[in-house]
């Protein structure tokens, strides 16, 4: 079995050290596979904020750790730096590559650079990275749980939160279903769910999953919803079995000081 550990927007620079002991914690009784980073490791894409979380990365001692930029990974206020060079930052602390994948007996995880400094905070997927995914995806093997990774959401639940889903989310999904995507993860609103894209997204005809992560360990919690990390667990099924994972959602509970098991979903995959 592969374990996959799922954080998003931990905001160093905000966090809080209780939070990030108790994911440490985690981590260590878990002892995930991979590590996912979905974007929003900083709070302001300050030198000092990215050294603590390249320092907490380390520290989780994991065979495999994929990170993307999120819009706060950005500088804000340096607007030399914002347009000339916008990922200095992020690629001294955790490397050249924005779009790194990850390619295992069991595992295809690919990660999509959705933000862009001219929007601000909004996100978007190019045709030229739908397509590249896609080809990706195509040459996946069935033992494999294929996974795409966006900082931006694919999908939204709310209408409120309309207006920060991802431009060109739809596209990528139907391509990506198309193509053999599993699951899309995914961050940026702090609010976790996980929801069925062939009944959120109209033209999405193979199924697919959208697995969204709150905050990991910020203080900057929102709709009521405590700090939350995602655990996957996939095995490769025999050829006679179906496909099958199981997706969990782990808050930190306040009062015990550590993350527990919320929510726990088996999913039936599309062959």
């Given at each position: ?5 799922h ?14 002991e108790?994911?440490r ?13 979905s974007?929003?490791?900083?709070q ?8 603590v ?5 380390d ?36 490397g ?38 896609a080809?990706r995806?195509e040459g ?23 207006k920060d ?5 739809h ?15 995914g961050?940026?609103?702090?609010l ?6 062939c ?6 005809q ?7 992560a ?11 919803t ?6 996957l667990?996939?095995?490769?099924p ?10 969990q959602?782990w808050?930190?509970?306040l ?17």
């Amino acid at each position: 079995m592969s374990l996959l550990l799922h954080i998003s927007d931990p905001h160093f620079g905000t966090e809080m050290p209780p939070v990030v002991e108790a994911l440490r914690q985690v981590a260590r009784d878990l002892r995930p596979d991979v590590v996912v980073l979905s974007g929003d490791i900083t709070q302001r894409a300050r030198t000092a904020q990215f050294a603590v979380a390249r320092q907490f990365c380390d520290s989780l001692h994991v065979p495999h750790v994929l990170t993307l930029p999120g819009n706060h990974d950005i500088p804000l206020y340096n607007l030399w730096a914002r347009v000339f060079n916008p990922y200095g930052g992020y690629r001294a602390a955790f490397g050249d590559e924005l779009e790194p994948e990850l390619d295992l007996d069991d595992l295809l995880v690919l990660c999509v650079n959705t933000t862009r400094p001219s929007r601000h905070k909004d996100g978007e997927v190019s045709k030229a990275q739908i397509e590249r995914v896609a080809r990706r995806l195509e040459g996946a093997r069935r033992e494999q749980l294929r996974i795409v990774v966006t900082h931006q959401p694919a999908c939204v639940m709310r209408e409120e939160d309309e207006k920060d889903r991802l431009h060109g989310g739809h596209r990528a999904v139907q391509a990506w279903s198309k193509a053999g995507a599993d699951l899309v993860l995914g961050g940026h609103i702090h609010l976790p769910y996980l929801s069925d894209l062939c009944a959120r997204v109209k033209g999405t005809q193979r199924t697919m999953f959208c697995l969204q992560a709150g905050t990991a360990v910020s203080h900057r919690v929102r709709f009521g919803t405590p700090n939350s990390i995602n655990v996957l667990r996939w095995s490769a099924p025999a050829a006679e079995l179906p496909r099958e994972c199981t997706a969990q959602r782990w808050d930190y509970d306040l009062a015990d000081q550590r993350f527990e098991l919320t929510h726990n979903h088996d999913l039936k995959l599309a062959e």
